[in-house]
């Protein structure tokens, strides 16, 4: 974790360029340099992620299941019965992605199902 870091100090913020990607592809760099929550006497480039690092062992961050309600599943099947020679999917070129299964018989068909409707 501390070592896909990259290190920085108050003069040379150069390595925080805003909007890049870290890289190991957890987030995007803020511009900031902050001290390092793992280890005190460095400082770091501040990252913008929507979850914590995997491997961070900082607990300031954690993550409230609350937050992810909204997110979105897109649910895309398909089944295939050979005997038959039939091919069966939930996507047609008909299928409308702005609605959102919520649970009644009037979105049974709707592909994409938000969080917190599971």
Same mark, same amino acid.
Request: hydrophobic letters at 35%.
């Given at each position: 974790a501390l070592a896909d870091k990259l290190f920085c100090n108050d003069t040379d913020k150069s390595a925080c360029k805003t909007d890049k990607p870290t890289p190991n592809t957890f987030g995007y760099f803020t511009g900031n340099c902050n001290q390092s929550l793992e280890? %005190? *006497? /460095?400082?770091?480039? %501040?990252? %913008?992620?929507w979850c914590p690092e995997e491997l961070s062992e900082s607990i300031d961050y954690m993550m409230n299941s609350t937050d992810l %309600? +909204?997110? @979105?599943?897109?649910?895309? @099947?398909?089944? *295939?019965? !050979?005997?038959?020679?039939? +091919?069966?999917? &939930? /996507?047609?070129?008909? *299928? &409308?992605? !702005?609605?959102?299964f919520d649970g009644t018989a009037h979105t049974a068909d709707c592909a994409i199902i938000r969080r917190g409707c599971i």
């Open positions: 280890d %005190e *006497t /460095i400082k770091v480039c %501040e990252m %913008e992620g %309600e +909204n997110f @979105t599943i897109f649910l895309k @099947t398909m089944v *295939t019965f !050979s005997l038959f020679k039939r +091919n069966l999917r &939930n /996507i047609q070129e008909t *299928t &409308n992605f !702005s609605c959102r």
